[in-house]
């Protein structure tokens, strides 16, 4: 398969050369493509600096219009599967081969990286494991399927999901709205078993108040679009 890591980085000054140099060590099949969402910081100079694929977005798009980018650039150039990676070190790029090999081998529609499959390496705090589960319940109740990592960045789709992601992806907090669009579409979700890291750089753009708005933002886009007709059916 020809495949793409769409790299998401804003202010990821410290840990964006670390990221792409480990990715280009331990996946060297895998192009890759930043798409530096209008960094304030110095992410851009090493970009240019060390010669990275990467696109500048001339404004901040937030987490979901970078991402969205990264699928329009995939299915621009073809693209049989893409995952995304976040640019801050969390993601280990060792298990990139496992998830396209689960990717091809069970057929699924979309691959997600887990932490809470093994339970090992980095958990998050209690209240976002508090969040992640009460995610997984709502997913399941309007879906019927079962995700035991709804707010991984970590995800890998195929070439229909990366037409569906290039078509519209959801802008704010993008990850738990992203799965039940896909799975209203027809499509197939498969969890894999990673062990994450602690952010090697930069700090979260969630903190506790916006955890807050974080849930009642997401639960509500995952209503609606519930009520959305469906205009995309993958094909089985």
């Known amino acids: 398969m020809k495949k793409l890591v769409i790299i998401p ?12 140099r480990k990715l280009q060590q331990d996946a060297p099949d895998f192009d890759y493509i930043v798409i530096n969402d209008c960094s ?4 851009e100079q090493v970009l240019r600096e060390n010669r990275i694929n990467h696109v500048t977005l001339p404004v901040n798009l937030g987490i979901g219009g970078a991402v969205h980018t990264g699928f329009i650039y995939a299915r621009r150039k073809n693209y049989d599967c893409a995952v995304q990676i976040d640019g801050d ?3 280990d790029t060792a298990y990139l081969q ?3 090999d689960e990717l091809e081998k ?9 932490r809470f499959i093994t339970y090992e390496g980095f958990q998050t705090s209690f209240m976002r494991r508090v969040g992640k589960t009460y995610l997984s319940g709502l997913i399941h109740l309007v879906t019927g399927k ?7 960045g970590y995800r890998m789709v ?22 039940v669009t896909l799975l209203r579409a027809g499509g197939t979700v498969k969890d894999h078993p990673v062990i994450m890291q602690e952010r090697q750089g930069g700090v979260s753009s969630i903190g506790p108040w916006k955890a807050v708005y974080y849930m009642v933002k997401v639960t509500l886009a995952i209503l609606i679009e519930t009520m959305r007709p469906r205009t995309v059916r993958f094909k089985r």
């Open 9 to 20: 980085a804003y202010n990821e000054e410290k840990s964006i050369l670390g990221v792409v």
């Open 40 to 43: 304030r910081d110095n992410t």
């Open 89 to 91: 070190g969390q993601h």
């Open 98 to 100: 496992e998830m396209a």
């Open 106 to 114: 069970s057929g699924a529609d979309m691959v997600i990286g887990s």
């Open 146 to 152: 079962k995700v035991t990592d709804p707010t991984s």
């Open 158 to 179: 195929n070439r229909q999901g990366i037409e569906l992601f290039a078509g519209d992806y959801p802008r704010d907090y993008p990850e738990p709205e992203s799965i």
